[in-house]
C-alpha cells in the first residue's frame, strides 16, 4: 500500500511559479514510476509529466520539470510561466505494473 500527499498548490499570477510535491509513504517508492496529472473544472484529468524509476528529472512542455528524489519518496513538478489555462487540481500517481495509486490533489489556481 502507498500514500501519496500533495503539496505545494495555491494561488498565483500569470507567468508565476510554483513547485508541487508529493511525499509518498509506504515501500519501494523507488519502484514506482512517478506521474502528474491535472483536472480542470469540466474536462478530463490530463497527464502533466511521467518519471520513469530510474530517471532523476525529465523535461516536459517546456514549461514544467518533473524530478524525483528516492532517498525522500518525493516526487517534485516544477512549474514555471504558469497561464490561466494551467489552473486545475493537480494529482500524483505512482504506478508499479498493474497497480495504481492516486493522492488527494492540490489546487493551483492561476489568476491576477
Known amino acids: 500500500q502507498v500514500q501519496l500527499v500533495e503539496s505545494g498548490g495555491g494561488l498565483v499570477q500569470p507567468g508565476g511559479s510554483l513547485r508541487l510535491s508529493c511525499s509518498a509513504s509506504?515501500?519501494?517508492?523507488?519502484?514506482?514510476?512517478m506521474g502528474w496529472y491535472r483536472q480542470a473544472p469540466g474536462k478530463q484529468r490530463e497527464l502533466v509529466a511521467v518519471?520513469?524509476?530510474?530517471s532523476s528529472a525529465t523535461s516536459v512542455q517546456g514549461r514544467f520539470t518533473i524530478s524525483r528524489d528516492n532517498a525522500k519518496n518525493t516526487v517534485y513538478l516544477e512549474m514555471n510561466s504558469l497561464k490561466a489555462e494551467d489552473t486545475a487540481i493537480y494529482y500524483c500517481?505512482?504506478?508499479?505494473?498493474?497497480?495504481?495509486?492516486w493522492g488527494q490533489g492540490t489546487q493551483v489556481t492561476v489568476s491576477s
Open positions: 500517481n505512482a504506478k508499479f505494473l498493474r497497480i495504481e495509486y
Open positions: 518519471i520513469a524509476p530510474g
Open positions: 509506504g515501500r519501494s517508492f523507488s519502484a514506482y514510476a
